[in-house]
C-alpha cells in the first residue's frame, strides 16, 4: 500500500494464485490507485505498488518495514526524476515521516544503495554496471533485471558480491 497508517492510502495491490496438486496454474495481480491524484503523485504510487508486484513475483516475502520501505524507493525515482516543488515536497515527507515502514523502512533501503542499475542484463546496463564497479569503487550499487540467471550472470562477469 502506498500512504501510511493514518489513513492516508493512495494505492494498494491484490495478489491471487490458484494451485492445483501443489502447484501455482494462475496468478492475477490488481493493482487500485485513488483517482483524482496529481500526475506525478500517481506515477509515484503507481511505482510503488509496481514494485509489490515484484515482490509477489519473486516470492519475496519480507518484514513490513522492508518491504514497503523497498516499494517506496520506486516513488523517490519517481519524485527524482521530476524535481518539481510537489516532487520535493513529497520527497521531504517520505523523508521526514516516522511510519516505521513507510518512512524508517523507506530511509533504511535508501541507505542500502546509492545507485540502483535497473536493466542491467542488457548491452547498456552492463556498460554501466562495468563503468561504475571501475570508476567508482566506493559507491554501493545495485543491479536489476527480470531474469535471475542472467543477472547472476553479469555478476560473475563483473566480479560482483551479489544476494539474488
Do not use: W
Not at 492516508?8 to 485513488?34: C, F, P, V, W
Not at 509489490?52 to 519475496?60: A, E, G, I, P, S
Not at 521531504?92 to 544503495?113: A, V
Amino acid at each position: 500500500m502506498s500512504g501510511n497508517r493514518l489513513g492516508n492510502i493512495q494505492g494498494y495491490t491484490n495478489y491471487e494464485e490458484s494451485s492445483m496438486a501443489g502447484r501455482i496454474i494462475d496468478q492475477k495481480y490488481h493493482i487500485y490507485i485513488l483517482s483524482n491524484l496529481h500526475e506525478e503523485i500517481f506515477k509515484a504510487v503507481l511505482a510503488h505498488e509496481l514494485l509489490h508486484v515484484y515482490l509477489f513475483q519473486n516470492k519475496l516475502d519480507l518484514r513490513s518495514d522492508i518491504r514497503e520501505g523497498f516499494c517506496n524507493l520506486g516513488s523517490d525515482l519517481i519524485y527524482e526524476h521530476y524535481g518539481s516543488k510537489l516532487s520535493k515536497y513529497r520527497l521531504k515527507m517520505m523523508n521526514e515521516s516516522t511510519d516505521p515502514d513507510y518512512g524508517i523502512g523507506y530511509k533504511k533501503m535508501k541507505e542500502k544503495l546509492d545507485i540502483i542499475v535497473y536493466g542491467s542484463t542488457g548491452f547498456t546496463g552492463s556498460l554501466c554496471v562495468k563503468y561504475l564497479k571501475e570508476n567508482y569503487p566506493d559507491i554501493k550499487f545495485g543491479i536489476g533485471g527480470r531474469n535471475k540467471d542472467k543477472l547472476q550472470s553479469v555478476c560473475d562477469k563483473h566480479s560482483l558480491e551479489c544476494n539474488i
